[in-house]
């Protein structure tokens, strides 16, 4: 690695729902990053974007179609397709490599005019042994909370309060999708999706846009003067098959010690400042926390009562509201970047974490019951 | 410039109709044969990336998790690239950066498609906005007929002799098709068939077409310090580039295309080529359509514009001429899409390696690999070299 790469600035669209279309609306974000940092699209190296060819709006080959909007015309630039921390991974090895001085990385879905997420992740299932069962990503998640209550004696009521404070924490985020005080009864009694999963502990279907500028040491302090450093990340797919695995030891942990090896991290639950975890089911936050080793084995339901990751906890996890709140699908990722990114420097507004943050994690997942995971390490 | 990185084995499967295998078995062969070109095992691995076209080609949405222990690249990290025709070649440039950011020293890299799981051009239709450019776009041959038009049109070439140039194109990369064991069509054809054979889309005829192809290719990129360890010969990447503009069709010129142009002027800056026609020994250029690739021989500066059907009647672009292009058949006779542009980086590498077999250009130390995608927007280029 030839020097260190840095995050100059990031860009949120809101509201949640837009009516803009897909071009207007990846144009607006890329636009106001651009502004942000004062620069023109000229002075972009390289983009990669984030969009998935079955989360888009009927339009395969995803970024054929918005290439121009993302300012990305006559330029040398890529995309990722399932997870935009993909796309911020390969964002910072173009730089890194030394080919590019700034790299802009896209992440765009527009929940609204896809079908429903299910709809859509019932197709990561393979047609002869899982698709006729009704496996999705809502199915597959269920089978992996019922092991999940079971095995560690993790409550309802725990695994709903995830939705609690995700929702809680939403309320002060004005680009967060779903805002609403609930209740644990509330969550609970709302209506069943795949038993024991109900509505509210299950993540909507949002539209959302994200950028974030990346560029080599010297240049971002060029460009800013609070640049937020990558400093680690780890990813790790998992075997295919649900019956193949052991649904609460995937690859999580190796991810992890992965990325908490490259940013020298010897006590994360110590040094990780605020963590932005991907849970699309609220008892996932749970689990994710204790493979992050933010927590022991089976105390995910004693960490959230303890109020150890709520706003104004040691370890606030999801300050912005998290998936459950906001989630569109594909650049949710990169979502929990730009939410790391604002809380580190400061910038996170109403939601702005009350300690101070050095350190941010950002998680992001996708297939069925974690198949796939990615955890990056940022800090200041 | 970041770190040096080789191409350091290389696998295809059999590419054709393969109702032999499953998909995770049609992408395992690729990857078995990799490793064993290379001698080295999954272990080795640091890193995967794959890519391929929309997934309703197959019927499987993100297929990454669907083919994770085909790939083996179960425990480890892995980027999915897509950008639709060029995805193989993005694939490849994804294993470049990786290597060459010095966050991995091996990188695995597969694009596979199994086309006859599905409609090939019912998918590629729907990679048109459903507003405006859907409703006329047919497929790929309707896009491609209507930039060779333009093309036609520019320099204005008379009929005979463009279909005669286009001719001796097809029946090149046919016979050629004969000197490679994996290519999938294999048709002793005549000059005076290819010429007569039915109009697809003007100027588009039936020989002029590729096929839709079940293949899948893996490729192994190593760092410099790992390649040098290694006891088979490296093919050295010397040059990247890549380019893209918008997607309505009529918005810009793709005659003079400026992502091929550029591209190409990318990557020949990074391998100090000046002169492509001289200094490259053999290219592996994307041509789905005959026409396609006369186009890109100017936009590549293999000619200058205008020069294109002259050259290839005198066979320049043949073996035993100065720059033979396509000594695998090429797109035009094999054409598994997601696998199709890293197909064209890994014959490049066999090609400077001298692992080319039956359709060996002799002394090939230079290569280009090329391949393009979206609608008739996107260009990419790799250059590799025997010589570091």
Same mark, same amino acid.
């Given at each position: ?380 | ?297 100017? $936009? ?24 033979? $292009? ?63």
């Amino acid at each position: 690695m030839s020097g260190r790469v840095g995050i100059v600035a990031a860009a949120e669209s809101s509201p949640a729902i837009t009516q803009d279309n897909m071009m207007d609306a990846v144009y607006k974000v890329t636009k106001e990053l651009l502004n942000k940092v004062g620069i023109d699209r000229d002075d972009v190296g390289t983009i990669v974007t984030a969009a998935s060819d079955v989360f888009h709006s009927g339009i395969s080959c995803a970024n054929s179609y918005y290439w121009e909007a993302s300012g990305g015309f006559l330029k040398n630039a890529s995309r990722q397709d399932g997870d935009s921390l993909f796309a911020f991974l390969y964002g910072c090895l173009r730089v890194l490599s030394g080919h590019f001085e700034t790299a802009m990385v896209i992440a765009l879905t527009k929940g609204s005019e896809n079908p429903e997420n299910d709809t859509v992740t019932s197709l990561y299932a393979d047609p002869f042994y899982h698709r006729p069962l009704g496996i999705n990503e809502t199915t597959a998640a269920a089978l992996q909370m019922r092991q999940y209550m079971e095995r560690y004696g993790i409550t309802a009521e725990q695994c709903a309060l995830v939705t609690v404070k995700n929702l809680r924490n939403a309320l002060f985020n004005p680009y967060a999708h779903i805002r609403k005080s609930v209740t644990v009864d509330e969550v609970l009694n709302s209506k069943a999706t795949a038993d024991p999963l109900t509505t509210l502990q299950c993540a909507p279907k949002s539209d959302g846009m994200v950028a974030v500028l990346l560029a080599a040491e010297d240049t971002a302090k060029a460009l800013t003067d609070h640049p937020v450093w990558f400093r680690g990340y780890g990813s790790a797919m998992d075997t295919y098959t649900l019956g193949d695995r052991d649904l609460l030891r995937g690859t999580l942990p190796q991810a992890a010690q992965a990325a908490y090896t490259m940013a020298r991290l010897e006590k994360p639950s110590e040094e990780v400042d605020v963590a932005e975890i991907s849970e699309p089911y609220g008892f996932q936050e749970l689990l994710w926390c204790e493979q992050l080793g933010l927590c022991a084995e089976g105390k995910g339901g004693r960490l959230i009562d303890s109020g150890t990751t709520h706003l104004d906890g040691r370890l606030p996890v999801n300050p912005s509201g998290g998936v459950l709140a906001t989630n569109p699908y594909v650049a949710r990722g990169l979502y929990r970047v730009a939410e790391a990114y604002w809380q580190i420097t400061g910038k996170a507004g109403e939601h702005q974490v009350k300690k101070s943050v050095h350190t941010a994690l950002a998680h992001s997942t996708h297939g069925f019951a974690g198949q796939s995971h990615t955890v990056v390490i940022l800090g200041d | 410039m970041g770190r040096a990185v080789a191409i350091m084995g290389t696998g295809q499967t059999h590419h054709g109709k393969r109702f032999d295998v499953s998909y995770p078995e049609l992408v395992r062969e690729a990857v078995q044969r990799a490793f064993e070109d290379s001698g080295l095992s999954p272990e080795d691995v640091d890193a995967v990336v794959t890519g391929t076209m929309p997934s309703m080609m197959e019927g499987i949405a993100l297929n990454h998790l669907y083919l994770a222990d085909a790939i083996q690249v179960v425990g480890k990290p892995l980027l999915k690239t897509e950008t639709c025709g060029s995805t193989g070649m993005s694939v490849a440039h994804t294993a470049f950066y990786w290597v060459a950011a010095g966050l991995a020293d091996v990188v695995l890299a597969v694009g596979f498609e199994k086309m006859y799981e599905g409609d090939s051009q019912a998918t590629m239709t729907t990679v048109a906005d459903p507003w405006i450019q859907r409703s006329f776009v047919a497929g790929a041959p309707g896009i491609f007929a209507m930039q060779s038009n333009m093309w036609i049109d520019r320099h204005h070439i008379p009929a005979e002799r463009l279909r005669e140039a286009a001719a001796v194109i097809s029946l090149r990369n046919h016979d050629d098709a004969f000197d490679n064991p994996y290519a999938h069509i294999k048709a002793r054809i005549s000059l005076e068939e290819i010429k007569d054979s039915r109009i697809v889309t003007y100027p588009i005829r039936r020989w002029d077409v590729c096929p839709n192809s079940d293949g899948a290719c893996a490729v192994l990129f190593m760092s410099e310090h790992k390649a040098k360890q290694m006891a088979n010969p490296p093919a050295w990447i010397k040059g990247v580039g890549y380019r893209g503009d918008e997607s309505y069709l009529g918005d810009s010129d793709k005659v003079r295309w400026n992502t091929a142009i550029d591209a190409a002027k990318e990557a020949y800056h990074q391998a100090g080529i000046v002169n492509p026609r001289r200094e490259l020994d053999v290219a592996e250029v994307y041509n789905p359509f005959t026409f396609m690739e006369l186009l890109l021989y100017e $936009c590549f500066g293999f000619c200058d514009f205008g020069e294109a059907c002259d050259l290839a009647l005198q066979g320049t672009f043949s073996r035993g001429g100065d720059l033979p $292009c396509d000594p695998s058949g090429g797109v035009l006779c094999t054409n598994p899409i997601g696998a199709t542009g890293l197909i064209r980086v890994a014959e490049a590498a066999m090609q400077v390696t001298g692992k080319a077999g039956a359709h060996q250009v002799d002394g090939a130390q230079l290569a280009l690999a090329h391949a393009m995608g979206g609608v008739s927007q996107f260009n990419g280029i790799m250059i590799v070299g025997s010589q570091q």
